[in-house]
């Protein structure tokens, strides 16, 4: 009961802060509402809402909420500036104890303001701790080339830095050491278990249908959990509330489809309102390469299929709630080889996914209080399954479901967070490996947690502590999770912060170290089939942990000019992970057989450091951002110590934008990436594998199956990563509304040989994608 004790004593402490600064707020007054744009009723996120010559005010959240509390009784002018649209002044006069509430729509600016330099954003910067946090919008997405003729979320996460992409094809995301299993994806609250499609050039994401995307690279606090490496949290647009509209588009690589308009409109200030959007997006690239690549060596077997939809309900006051789903599928047939009666053959490989879920959040305004109410439910299912000729297929599947409740109180520049959450799940996971071990195991997971943040200034300092207390049920583990970030503004130009904090998970991958390409990823709780000591010392519980410590700095040097910089230190004193070196099975038989030996699963310590660099300009209509990330990966499984297979020494990514012509309807896309060869275990031989199924089996007529016999573990290295993508886009405008986009773009410009593979059988040098020119055109309305 001792869990429920503490989580019943956070609340007490919760409840207890309210309640003791409700007498001191009584003397003030609080000003709070929402901000839209006028044209489609969609919230306008991160802007600033302030009281003229005061320094009271507050920046818009994902929502368009804001709050300005703490405020003494007078005469004021609410001011709300947001660049590319009209400024709002509106007079107030607030008393004591009063609550005023406003709805505020913001209208298309008449004049050009791009030399406007002082944004929300960097305003944020000084009262926002914001450490190891990138806030990416659509508008942000579509200033990198667009490959295919579709800007994607996954090919700018690849330009974060932090960010380890491990190839065009079958390509995953591993952000700072951690790979994808320890990287929550979040979508309007839900969880996408496999993001990115078997092309790694595509998300599950449209882009279009995008409001904002916060992706943290560490140090995290304690409103997120169930992760020990970053969090991917992503908001859609609620649709146009005022009129219907669309986007359709089609290229070398695939179509897309977008509709969005009101269901129900807002006939004055005291009625409600409702709005859909409905995306629909595929790739044809398994057919359309025969057409447009038939130069390539390889060909593109891949397809998808992705349609999400949502649905919102707007109440007159600014609550509301959103109701959505998903399904999402991915296919690929690939190359394998069958050895059989001494000939080696070439065999289709089918590997494919699905992934499907929905959902709904809400945000509740109470009339007469200054708290903001937030809450979601979802659920969400994902199965990948992967078939080769003569071998036994592999699958694995995960279902779950997720909900929570946040409260936020604001005092001032200050504001108090608290919240549960309760998930649980299954995973199905049927598996052999390298040493053709059947591993089958069906589990179940629930896991519930509080948590509790403050925000608290003083004066040029930003304290953030917070503690997450997380229950595994399941397990019957109880998790107590402190996080902290600072923030110390040593100027208005010039900053220094840190972050750290404890996170655990129960949720570890169903991945093959040793295979070449690991386009299989599937899930599993934390397993039985443990060793119960590492390393000397008892295995006392079956989460995975880490530490995580943050430092660095924020520097504006001129209004256009900025540079971040911030290292970090992640230690993993417990993983888990699939026992490369199992030989034996784990029975009273094999009781003197050490547990490397035996076990499916085996535990490991390891850690990641690294210092990440960025640089950002911004001048008119010229936009440049550069990134390095230098990095180093450790594991020691109790045997030996080695690097895992994305262990990317040196990532460098440079990106820029530049639009021209009298009326800027022209825009050129760079890009250029070079990153340090990823370590693999190198093959060292072949010899015929026989199987025996009894004692009577006929050695001598028995035709057995090609095995490899494997070098020393990631101790080879592949080479140097290296590609230029170019983006030349030109706009069309037909009266206000209407535009026609004609996008052409080439991958991979200098058609760079980037090795993608070394086929383990037949020694043949697979490489990445060559040069691939692509023509789009798109039209919105």
């Known amino acids: 009961m001792k869990p429920f004790h503490s989580f019943i004593s956070l609340i007490s402490f919760n409840l207890f802060c309210v309640l003791l600064s409700t007498p001191l707020l009584a003397q003030f007054g609080t000003i709070r509402g929402f901000v839209y744009e006028e044209e489609t009723g969609e919230p306008v996120i991160f802007t600033n809402v302030y009281l003229y010559k005061t320094s009271m005010g507050a920046p818009t959240d994902e929502n368009g909420y804001f709050a300005i509390t703490r405020i003494p009784p007078g005469d004021y002018i609410l001011m709300v500036t947001y660049i590319g649209f009209d400024s709002i002044q509106i007079p107030l006069t607030v008393k004591g104890n009063e609550l005023i509430t406003q709805k505020l729509y913001l209208k298309s600016a008449s004049l050009n303001l791009g030399e406007v330099s002082i944004s929300a954003a960097r305003q944020d910067r000084q009262s926002e701790t914001q450490t190891s946090i990138i806030k990416v919008t659509p508008k942000e997405i579509q200033k990198i080339p667009a490959m295919g003729g579709q800007p994607d979320l996954a090919q700018y996460l690849t330009v974060l830095p932090g960010v380890i992409f491990s190839g065009d094809q079958g390509g995953q995301l591993y952000i700072r050491g951690g790979p ?58 609620d649709g146009n509330k005022n009129r219907f509209g669309g986007k359709f588009d089609i290229s070398t ?36 390469s025969e057409i447009f690549y038939s130069y390539m060596d390889q060909k593109l077997p891949y397809s998808f299929l992705d349609i999400y939809g949502k649905i919102s309900i707007n109440a007159p006051n600014g609550s509301k709630v959103n109701l959505f789903g998903f399904d999402f599928t991915d296919r690929a047939t690939l190359q394998g080889y069958n050895f059989d009666n001494s000939v080696l053959t070439e065999v289709p490989v089918d590997y494919n996914w699905s992934s499907y879920g929905g959902g709904g959040n809400f945000i509740v305004i109470p009339g007469k209080s200054a708290v903001l109410l937030e809450g979601n439910f979802a659920y969400s299912y994902y199965k990948v399954n992967m078939d080769e000729p003569n071998k036994a297929p592999r699958s694995s599947s995960i279902a779950g479901f997720n909900g929570g409740l946040q409260f936020t109180y604001f005092f001032g520049k200050n504001a108090l967070k608290y919240g549960i959450e309760l998930s649980g799940y299954k995973t199905v996971f049927d598996f052999y490996n390298s040493l053709n071990r059947n591993i089958d195991i069906t589990q179940n997971s629930t896991e519930i947690d509080l948590f509790v943040k403050y925000k608290w200034i003083v004066g040029k300092f930003i304290f953030e502590p917070g503690i997450r207390a997380q229950y595994y049920a399941s397990l019957s583990t109880f998790s107590p999770e402190p996080r902290l970030a600072i923030k110390y503004n040593v100027a208005k130009n010039f900053r220094l912060k840190a972050a750290g904090g404890y996170y655990t ?9 040793l295979d070449v390409v690991n386009l299989f990823y599937g899930f599993l709780t934390g397993p039985e089939n443990l060793p119960k000591e590492f ?3 008892e295995v006392k519980n079956k ?22 910089v911030e290292a970090y230190y992640k230690y993993y004193p417990q993983l888990t992970n699939l026992n490369r070196n ?22 490991e310590t390891g850690d990641a450091e690294g210092i990440d660099f960025s640089v950002k300009y911004d001048l008119r209509n010229f936009h440049f951002w550069g990134t390095y990330s230098l990095g180093y990966i450790h594991r020691f499984d109790g045997v030996s110590t080695y690097v895992p297979p994305f262990d990317r020494r040196h990532n460098v990514n440079l990106m820029g934008t530049y639009a021209f012509g009298k009326t800027k309807t022209w825009e050129l896309n760079l890009r250029y990436n070079y990153g340090s060869g990823f370590p693999f275990t190198p093959t060292q031989g072949y010899f015929e594998e026989l199987f025996f199924t009894d004692i009577g089996t006929p050695v001598t007529i028995t035709n057995g199956s090609l095995g490899i016999l494997y070098g020393d573990y990631n101790s ?12 030349l886009k030109k706009s069309f405008h037909f009266g206000k509304r209407m535009k026609l986009d004609i996008d052409a773009s080439v991958t991979n410009l200098l058609n760079e040989k980037n090795v993608f593979y070394v086929d383990r059988i037949t020694n043949t040098v697979v490489y990445q994608l060559p040069i691939l020119p692509s023509l789009g055109l798109s039209f919105s309305f």
């Not at 998970?505 to 170290?513: E, V």
């Not at 995580?548 to 001129?558: K, N, P, R, S, V």
């Not at 030989?583 to 699963?601: H, I, R």
Request: hydrophobic share 35%.
């Open 253 to 288: 690589f695939g179509a897309k489809a977008l509709l969005e308009g009101p269901i129900a409109r807002q006939k004055n200030e005291n009625s409600a309102s409702a709005s859909f959007i409905l995306s629909i997006k595929n790739s044809y690239l398994d057919k359309s």
């Open 180 to 237: 994808p299993v320890q990287n929550k994806v979040l979508y309007d609250g839900m969880i996408v278990y496999n993001p990115f499609h078997s092309i790694g050039l595509f998300s599950v994401f449209d882009v279009d249908i995008l409001k904002n995307v916060d992706v943290y690279t560490g140090g995290f606090n304690a409103d997120y959990g169930g992760r020990i490496s970053s969090i991917m949290d992503i908001s859609t647009r």
């Open 505 to 513: 998970q129960n949720l570890i991958s169903t991945t093959n170290d």
């Open 716 to 727: 080879h290295r592949l080479t140097y990563y290296s590609r230029l993508d170019i983006d």
């Open 582 to 603: 199992k030989l034996y099975e784990d029975t009273e038989a094999n009781a003197d057989q050490p547990d490397y030996l035996k076990k499916d699963f085996i535990i």
């Open 543 to 564: 989460l995975q942990q880490a530490w995580h410590a943050i430092l660095g700095f924020e520097w504006d040097i001129t209004d256009n000019l900025s540079i971040n």
């Open 535 to 537: 390393d000397g010392k």
